[in-house]
């Protein structure tokens, strides 16, 4: 019963390099999103995607990239990190928007630093 | 305005005490609601939805006025395991908004 597998779990990078965050689901969920979770700031969305082949930007796009290649994986990718991307990140899930009562799946969250 | 406002709260209640929660959205076209708890360094987890009609699961209470734009979180009989930080989640088309979250602390 994995749900929402996210790795990796912890990253330091260092100014300028690039990483990709995976994100895989078992649940044949439609939609999936990516998120960070910064103090005081609450969970704001970066990317998300109603299904393989469609992706849409969220509130804080800037500076990564994502994909939806299959319907388990949306890998969300930094470019070239910086510090302000130092962050806890969340990918989550669930079957398509638009019904109450939906379950939104998290993973476990991936804590990157970057110096 | 923010599109998802909470308490900045936070609270700190004894065992045994009732504590509320509340939120207000701007988004009028806002269709679903949620209340999410999530534990320090942990993910979120989906504690109930919220429905116009008012929704209670155990000691919790969940409220939704539409009109007011307002939705709330009663917890009773609070426990030391309610600890932790209370998420109001609003669903706009294919986007969820969340809170900052009101963090709950419940002493002996």
């Known amino acids: 019963n994995a749900g929402v597998t996210q790795t990796p779990k912890f990253q330091v990078l260092k100014t300028g390099q690039s990483m990709t965050l995976q994100c895989a689901q078992d649940?044949?969920?439609?939609?999936m999103s990516w998120y960070r979770q910064d103090p005081g700031m609450g969970l704001r969305l970066i990317h998300y995607s109603v299904g393989a082949g469609i992706t849409d930007q969220g509130e804080v796009p800037n500076g990564y990239n994502v994909s939806r290649s299959t319907t388990e994986d949306f890998p969300l990718r930094l470019l070239s990190a910086a510090p302000s991307q130092t962050s806890v990140y969340f990918c989550?899930?669930?079957?398509?928007?638009?019904?109450?009562?939906?379950?939104?799946?998290f993973g476990e969250g991936s804590w990157l630093t970057v110096v | 305005r923010k599109e998802v406002e909470q308490d900045p709260g936070p609270f700190n209640v004894p065992e045994g005490a009732t504590v509320a929660f509340n939120c207000t959205y701007s988004?009028?076209?806002?269709?679903?609601f949620f209340w999410y708890r999530q534990d320090c360094r942990k993910e979120p987890k989906l504690l109930m939805s919220?429905?116009?009609s008012g929704n209670e699961d155990g000691r919790f209470t969940a409220q939704l006025n539409r009109a007011s734009q307002y939705i709330s979180l009663l917890i009773r009989d609070s426990k030391l395991s309610d600890s932790a930080t209370y998420l109001c989640v609003v669903q706009a088309g294919t986007a969820l908004i969340f809170g900052k979250g009101t963090t709950l602390s419940v002493s002996s």
């Open positions: 989550a899930s669930s079957y398509l928007m638009g019904f109450s009562g939906n379950t939104i799946y």
């Open positions: 988004n009028s076209a806002s269709q679903s």
């Open positions: 649940m044949n969920h439609e939609y």
């Open positions: 919220v429905y116009s």
